[in-house]
């Protein structure tokens, strides 16, 4: 546990364990329906286009746009 603004050193031979969680459910079943096909044909779309690195494909943004948060001067 940090006190202040430091964070405690790790001991050696010891260990740090970070828990992050995001998204919008804990399991898949719980995504919803238009985000879920939107992340299937994101990775069909990387995994057919794996040779070159891009953007997102056009066609998934209306898909995503109800789920996007927007921020403002760097808010959270």
């Not at 238009?34 to 953007?55: K, M, N, P, Q, W």
């Not at 056009?58 to 996007?68: D, K």
Request: net charge neutral.
């Amino acid at each position: 546990v940090s006190k202040g603004f430091m964070l405690p050193q790790i001991p050696i031979g010891g260990h740090a364990e970070i828990t992050f969680v995001a998204g919008y459910a804990g399991e898949w079943a719980y995504v919803p329906a238009d985000l879920a096909f939107a992340i299937l044909c994101l990775a069909a779309s990387y995994y057919e286009d794996r040779a070159t690195v891009g953007t997102m494909p056009a066609n998934l943004t209306p898909l995503i746009a109800p789920y996007r948060r927007l921020r403002l001067l760097g808010g959270f």
